[in-house]
């Protein structure tokens, strides 16, 4: 049974830092790329950023050049450093995998997902 299990979540003051980590287990893919999204209340979930497993990289416009998404295959680990938080940054933040060797940037092309973190970033 495949599991994603998200972490490094909480309350920052805008301007801070916090790096996600989400683990994944319980596949046979061979090759597969990862991805974050975010749902902020009362919007709709939207993509963040996407690796494949190449390393090909892609970033949501808002998040560039303050979020930093890396892999780790040897421990199927995705994270997503997020410096400079700002308070529209606040949202529950989810990994996503999906096999293959592209990422995607929307949310129907991946088969797994993680239980979500949530990160609130105050003013």
């Known amino acids: 049974q495949v599991q994603l299990v998200e972490s490094g979540g909480g309350l920052v003051q805008a301007g801070g830092s916090l790096r996600l980590s989400c683990a994944a287990s319980g596949w046979t893919f061979s090759t597969y790329a990862m991805a974050w999204f975010r749902q902020a209340p009362e919007k709709e979930r939207e993509f963040v950023a996407a690796i494949s497993w190449s390393g090909t990289i892609y970033y949501l416009d808002s998040v560039k050049g303050r979020f930093t998404i890396s892999r780790n295959n040897e421990k199927n680990t995705v994270y997503l450093r997020m410096n400079s938080l700002k308070p529209e940054d606040t949202a529950v933040y989810y990994c996503?995998?999906?096999?293959?060797?592209?990422?995607?940037?929307?949310?129907?092309?991946?088969?797994?997902w993680g239980q979500g973190t949530q990160v609130t970033v105050s003013s």
């Open positions: 996503a995998v999906v096999g293959g060797t592209y990422y995607y940037t929307h949310e129907y092309e991946y088969d797994y």
